[in-house]
């Protein structure tokens, strides 16, 4: 997808004017977070197995060259065919070659967000082959020619009205009626994929995991498109990047265990299906050939540096659902295929600061993130960490960077800080002590735009505090 | 262009993880060494839900599969299991014909009792509208069904017809899935696919609404046998 997180700002403000994402935004809000909380509830290991899930992924990655060279061996002798690709670039030609062997007019798809990371669509369609998403979600905006805005719901932005138009629109030539219901919606859908699943070529999907122990890959859904997609076509082509290896499958099992339970609420998503090798010589059915694109992308050269926590993310989505920052603008505003707190870091950490510097001050930095995230990534100091590298290297707005600069002169010398912090206080406090809120303030016209800031009392805390603590003593 | 980006990838990964390999700061908290790890299987935390002994996992199975809208049907002995299947076929209206996978499990059972059912043994097609299957394992903690794709055992049964029956066997029911995989090593290690599969296919991709069947089987119908054979 093209990135438009440079205009952060700008789609903000788009974002805010369209009134169903707001109320498709709401619904996400208040639907996935009681789910979340009532699977959390129903397994009393469940934080202890965050626990262990974290500390499996720290020790996979302390240990991933390790683990990569394990991993490859297994798959080879199970038949499969390893590719490493270190850029997008890389990727997306080891992956049309392969569609080139298969001699591949369509290619059906199950989700994968490191296809989306690559660009794959735009790229097989260009070079004439018709890539099809069989993820409801995902055919949903590829219809709708836009990029998902959830990592696992990425029609999530959509209201059931726009997608009953959407569907008239396009299934005018299958000859379907207009229906508005979901189960209806869904149905439609299953029809005009089914044929589709039958006639494809080649197979992609995602891989939420690679196993070390046994060179298997691993794909979590509900729908079943994923396990369609890999079983009828005669080659299957996994798109997998490098922080995805686990050890073995007692170490999966664990991961498992909190994936689906923070990702939908479920107990356990209706497929997890582990692939291993192309079909064996007396097998009825399953592909011929088996090939894995393992990304780097920038991946290794976050391991060793503080990002390095950010490589165990399971794209579970506990994050977005449950923040106040994302329910508010959508996935679309964050311009980039990662989106929400855990694509505030992620971002910057494939794309660069320069192309994404917004994005981690996309945070209101309530913590919720990481209260919520099972592998116990701690996004908000991660979000932190790139706005103070923003800062160093002059990437925010002058003036917002002289107003840090100052304040930072100012907070290193307390003296300082008490006589500047007490005089502003009793001016904000005179000027506004009638309303008891100011409507608009010189320089932070964008602060106030949207609320009023409320009036100091004409007292600072530090002052208050000397005033008890003599209060005290006496 | 893959060997060189082999290296260049397993380079760039060790020069990363060098820095911090040096500084001896364990980012390691188990220790383990990991050659030491991919042999020994070593189980991690078990949830407690499944140590309740045999009866207690068949109700827990039963009841989690029914809470993900599938269904349970339990027989006491294999004989049953053509005259339940007819009878499944006829309460949904369902013409009575069967995708059957040629494993002996299934295709030794009574099922000249039932002339009338007209069955195909093989990989699922298209024209598929009930698939009738084994089990490799069953595991209760989260009523979830194992499929492991031997050749007696195509995967594409599990997904392709709007039914799915499943028969499983007490005996092949465990706790957790770390059982399973045990078992599943016991007898040879991974086919080519090995699926786990919980409740009827789904979906929440419209305004976030459970809806069922999106892809894969409408229902999911598990007959239960209570007999040691
Ligand atoms: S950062 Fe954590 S909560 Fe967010 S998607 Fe990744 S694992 Fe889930």
Known sequence: ?474 | MSANARDAILAEVRKSLAGRRRANHSTDPSGDAPAARLEGHARNLIPDRTAGGRAANVALFIKMIEGVSGTVERVASASEVPKVVAGYLARHNLPPKLAMAPDSRLTSLPWAAQPLLEIRQGAARESDQVALTGTFAAVAETGTLMMASFADRPNTLNFLPDNHVVVVAVKDLVGTYEDAWDRLRAAGGLPRTTTFITGPSRTSDIELVPTLGAHGPRRLHVILIEDAG
């Open chain 1, 1 to 474: 997808m093209e990135l438009t997180s440079p205009r952060f700002k700008a789609n903000v403000r788009d974002a805010l004017k369209k009134p169903n994402l707001k109320t498709a935004m709401g619904r996400l809000i208040s639907t996935m977070g009681p789910r979340r909380l009532a699977a959390r509830a129903g397994l009393p290991e469940f934080e202890r197995l965050c626990d262990q899930a974290r500390d499996i992924k720290n020790h996979t990655l302390a240990n991933l060259d390790f683990y990569l060279e394990a991993y490859e061996a297994k798959l080879r002798a199970s038949g499969g065919t390893l590719h490493w690709c270190r850029t997008p670039e890389e990727a997306r030609a080891t992956i049309l070659d392969l569609c080139r062997q298969a001699d591949a007019r369509t290619v059906t798809k199950g989700k994968s967000m490191i296809a989306e990371e690559i660009g794959l669509n735009e790229f097989l369609e260009a070079n004439g082959i018709e890539p099809v998403e069989t993820d409801l979600g995902e055919y949903i905006i590829q219809i709708a020619g836009e990029a998902p805005s959830h990592i696992i719901a990425p029609a999530v932005h959509k209201t059931k009205e726009e997608i009953a138009d959407l569907f008239f629109e396009k299934h005018q030539r299958y000859g379907l009626p207009k229906r508005s219901e979901p189960k209806d919606l869904v149905d439609d859908a299953r029809k005009i994929l089914r044929p589709r699943y039958i006639a494809a070529d080649v197979g992609i999907t995602g891989a939420n995991f690679l196993i070390a122990e046994t060179g298997s890959s691993v794909i979590v859904t509900n729908e079943g498109n994923g396990d369609l997609t890999q079983s009828l076509p005669k080659m299957h082509i996994v798109v997998a990047s490098l922080e995805k290896l686990v050890p073995t499958l007692e170490d999966v099992t664990t991961i498992l265990r909190v994936l689906a339970r923070s990702a939908t609420g479920q107990e356990f998503s209706t497929y997890t299906t582990f692939s291993t090798g192309p079909r064996r010589a007396d097998d009825l059915d399953g592909p011929a050939d088996y090939h894995v694109i393992l990304l780097d992308n920038g991946r290794s050269r976050l391991l060793g540096t503080e990002f390095q926590d950010m490589l165990r993310c399971i794209r579970c989505g506990a994050c977005m659902n449950n923040c106040p920052v994302y329910a508010a603008i959508g996935g679309h505003a964050y311009g980039s295929t990662y989106v929400g707190p855990m694509g505030a870091v992620l971002t910057p950490s494939l794309v660069g600061l320069a192309d994404s510097h917004h994005l981690p001050n996309a945070s209101s930095f309530c913590g919720r993130c990481e209260e919520v995230c099972p592998m116990r990534i701690p996004l908000p100091k991660l979000m932190r960490a790139y706005r103070e590298q923003s800062f160093a290297a002059k990437l925010g707005p002058a003036p917002e960077r002289w107003a840090l600069a100052a304040w930072a002169f100012a907070a290193k010398r307390p003296r300082l800080y008490r006589l500047v912090s007490e005089a502003a206080a009793r001016l904000l406090g005179n000027h506004g002590a009638r309303r008891g809120a100011f409507r608009r303030l010189p320089l932070a016209g964008g602060w106030t735009g949207g609320r009023d800031l409320p009036a100091p009392e004409g007292r600072t805390f530090h002052s208050l505090w000397r005033e008890r603590r003599r209060a005290g003593a006496a």
